[in-house]
């Protein structure tokens, strides 16, 4: 197997903003894996939270590749080799399963989904994501967002009940929201009761991601579901999680990829946690691994690729918000142009 890696800066067509930053460019990368004619496609989005940048997924990708097997179907022995070599980097070792996933599919001439014996047809709507930042691009925001009928709203800054306050004048459509671990257990509670007036769905993440007794504390005084994000990063901390939270947002990018990620999913079943899958700032193609995935959970919110403006390539398509897997071998990709 031979192994191209390329770098791409993704760009947001507005400034994204979070409770902790704000970036436009995102240093993401994409690796071919090639075999016997074939070539599998993976895209690594890391991120400084989890401890990732382009440096150490270049750093870590040559050491995963001296330990992947040489049958590229021995995806799951090769995830465990993963695990074994270097603790953390998690989006570096999601990229290279993800190729090789990719790579599978198209040796055996069936899309992911099939591989993994899902319906095409049971994907869930993804939601749409209003950035933190200046309440006055709110509506030009709601403008990029209007074929999707779910919005995910990013909350922890100084202005969210004027945000709030502004997304909900101008449409009626479900909301969630999403602090990032802004909050401090109390406040969290005020801030999430203040919030209960404009009708939102649940909240994800409102302290940091250490916090688990504060996450209790929240769930047990409001009145709407709490979902982890940050909390939970392996199939551990969804055990630690069980009746400490309502649900769970998965992102192949924080727990390595697609192997661990369906272990998440089948641990958090067996608990009656609802899950979502998540998102980083990613290309189609990051987003295109996790959406056939999407059979499996309840909800998503796998729109990176929408809020960029130079996605290389192109893959899941949404139709009214529905995610509609492409029927092509693999993840299904082609190029934009
Ligand atoms: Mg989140």
């Not at 993800?98 to 040796?107: E, H, N, P, S, T």
């Not at 997304?167 to 969290?188: H, M």
């Not at 993440?205 to 250490?210: D, G, K």
Request: with cysteine.
């Amino acid at each position: 197997m031979k192994i191209k890696i390329s770098h791409h800066d993704l760009r947001t067509i507005h400034p994204f903003g979070i409770s902790r930053r704000t970036d436009q460019v995102f240093r993401n990368i994409i690796v071919e894996i090639s075999h016997q004619g074939h070539v599998g496609i993976g895209e690594a989005a890391p991120s400084e939270y989890y401890g990732e940048s382009r440096e150490t997924v270049l750093g870590v990708l040559p050491i995963l590749e001296t330990v992947m097997k040489a049958d590229p179907f021995q995806i799951e022995e090769t995830a465990g080799r993963f695990s074994m070599a270097i603790g953390r980097n998690p989006a570096a070792k999601a990229c290279l399963e993800m190729a090789l996933y990719d790579l599978a599919g198209k040796m055996l001439n069936a899309p992911l989904y099939k591989l993994l014996g899902l319906s095409p047809y049971m994907t869930p709507v993804t939601s749409y994501t209003i950035s933190l930042g200046n309440p006055d691009l709110i509506e030009a925001k709601l403008k990029d967002a209007a074929p999707f009928s779910v919005l995910k709203v990013k909350v922890g800054g100084p202005r969210d009940l004027e945000t709030l306050g502004r997304i909900r004048a101008n449409t009626d459509k479900r909301i969630r929201v999403d602090a990032n671990g802004a909050w401090s257990p109390k406040e969290a509670v005020k801030r999430i009761r203040e919030l209960c007036q404009f009708g939102i769905e649940f909240v994800e993440q409102p302290v940091q991601a250490s916090d688990i007794d504060g996450l209790r504390y929240v769930r047990e005084r409001v009145d709407i579901p709490i979902f982890a994000d940050e909390s939970a990063v392996s199939p551990e901390d969804v055990v630690k999680l069980s009746g400490v939270v309502d649900g769970i947002n998965l992102k192949l990018m924080k727990s390595g990829g697609i192997c661990q990620t369906l272990k998440m999913i089948h641990v958090a079943r067996a608990q009656s946690m609802k899950l979502m899958i998540g998102c980083m700032i990613e290309s189609s193609v990051g987003i295109t691994a996790a959406a056939h995935l999407t059979p499996l959970v309840d909800y998503a919110d796998l729109d990176g690729n929408l809020l960029i403006d130079n996605d290389p390539f192109q893959g899941v398509k949404t139709e009214k918000g529905k995610l509609i897997l492409p029927g092509k071998p693999g993840l299904g990709l082609e190029p934009a142009h």
